[in-house]
T-cell receptor, first 115, second 112 residues
Framework: KAGVTQTPRYLIKTRGQQVTLSCSPI?????VSWYQQTPGQGLQFLFE???????NKGNFPGRFSGRQFSNSRSEMNVSTLELGDSALYLC??????????????FGPGTRLTVL | KQEVTQIPAALSVPEGENLVLNCSFT??????LQWFRQDPGKGLTSLLL?????REQTSGRLNASLDKSSGRSTLYIAASQPGDSATYLC???????????FGKGTSLLVTP
């Protein structure tokens, strides 16, 4: 069974631009979560989607948004990029939120550099 | 707000040693706790998941324990190998279906 895939793996953007990252969950997983990882703050939760609906949202500004498609693939978008948005963005999937099968599986991440 | 702390931040041991990584959390009413491994510049690999009703989980040379009342979990690695060198992260899920709260990790180096 293929794992969680994220594209692209690396991105370089300049301040003020916008960016879209993509995540394909493990087959059969319908819940997708996004996390931002920086050296200073560690891993921080961005949002979670299930059945094309945002279930939870972390403490990030409105410039960070996401969506989920009917095939469970998810995208996140960051508009008006700032230098502080440089980070590793990780996507995680699980069959559904809560329940017995709670283990989350992470993708390799997208490394975003904002210049 | 759930705070997750991992001690030590970094650890260097010679190959073959048994070692213990510590994780503490402030809110004992957790739903589950998960240990991950992260290699430099890579994503997270799930190692062990402990449900709140469980006391420990084992996988190969790894054993994780959970003591909710004291707000602690430990990851025991037996007979460490250079390939175990990585950052180990612990994360707690406060309630079913909620987000993971991560510690900052322990960076482990196992020297030949």
């Amino acid at each position: 069974k293929a794992g969680v895939t994220q594209t692209p793996r690396y991105l370089i953007k300049t301040r003020g631009q916008q960016v879209t990252l993509s995540c394909s969950p493990i087959s059969g997983h319908r819940s997708v979560s996004w996390y931002q990882q920086t050296p200073g703050q560690g891993l921080q939760f961005l949002f979670e989607y299930f059945s094309e609906t945002q279930r939870n949202k972390g403490n990030f500004p409105g410039r960070f948004s996401g969506r989920q498609f009917s095939n469970s693939r998810s995208e996140m978008n960051v508009s008006t990029l700032e230098l502080g948005d440089s980070a590793l963005y990780l996507c995680a999937s699980r069959p559904f939120p809560g329940g017995r099968l709670d283990e989350q599986f992470f993708g390799p991440g997208t490394r975003l550099t904002v210049l | 707000k759930q705070e997750v702390t991992q001690i030590p931040a970094a650890l260097s041991v010679p190959e073959g040693e048994n070692l213990v990584l510590n994780c503490s959390f402030t809110d004992s009413a957790i739903y589950n706790l998960q240990w991950f491994r992260q290699d430099p510049g890579k994503g997270l690999t799930s190692l062990l998941l402990i449900q709140s009703s469980q006391r420990e989980q084992t996988s190969g040379r790894l054993n994780a324990s959970l003591d909710k009342s004291s707000g602690r979990s430990t990851l025991y690695i037996a007979a460490s190998q250079p390939g175990d060198s990585a950052t180990y992260l612990c994360a707690v899920e406060l309630n079913s279906g909620y987000a993971l709260n991560f510690g900052k990790g322990t960076s482990l180096l196992v020297t030949p």
